[in-house]
C-alpha cells in the first residue's frame, strides 16, 4: 500500500504562483507518478506525470509551459510548480502513482493509489 499526502494548495489570485507537494508512506512512489484535478460538476483530467526513475515528464496542453512536474530523489516528493495561475486552473488537485506504462502516462485508471486532495482556488 502506498499513502500519499498533498500539500501546497491555497486561495491565491490570477497570475499568481502555487507549488504543490506529493509524499509518499508505506512504501516508494510507484514507476509514474502523476497530478490529476478535478473541478466541481467536472470529469478529473491528468494535469502532469513524471517517470520517478527516468525522469521524463508529461503535461497536458492546458499545463504546458506554465506548470512544471518535478522529482527530489533525497526527500522522495514530487513537486507541481504552477505559475501564471488562471480562474480556470481552480480545481481539487490530486497526486497519484501506479506501475503506469508510458501510454497509459494520462489515464486516470491506470494508477493504483490517490492522495486525498488538495485545493487550488485561483480568483480573478
Known amino acids: 500500500q502506498v499513502q500519499l499526502m498533498e500539500s501546497g494548495g491555497g486561495l491565491v489570485q490570477a497570475g499568481d504562483s502555487l507549488r504543490l507537494s506529493c509524499l509518499p508512506s508505506?512504501?516508494?512512489?510507484?514507476?509514474?507518478v502523476a497530478w490529476f484535478r478535478q473541478a466541481p460538476g467536472k470529469e478529473r483530467e491528468f494535469v502532469a506525470a513524471i517517470r520517478w526513475r527516468e525522469g521524463t515528464t508529461y503535461y497536458a496542453d492546458s499545463a504546458k509551459g506554465r506548470f512544471a512536474i518535478s522529482k527530489d530523489n533525497p526527500k522522495n516528493t514530487v513537486y507541481l510548480q504552477m505559475n501564471s495561475l488562471e480562474v480556470a486552473d481552480t480545481a481539487e488537485y490530486f497526486c497519484?502513482?501506479?506501475?503506469?506504462?508510458?501510454?497509459?502516462?494520462?489515464?486516470?485508471?491506470?494508477?493504483?493509489?490517490w492522495g486525498q486532495g488538495t485545493q487550488v482556488t485561483v480568483s480573478s
Open positions: 497519484a502513482t501506479g506501475n503506469t506504462i508510458t501510454s497509459s502516462t494520462m489515464n486516470p485508471t491506470a494508477y493504483n493509489y
Open positions: 508505506g512504501r516508494a512512489f510507484l514507476r509514474a
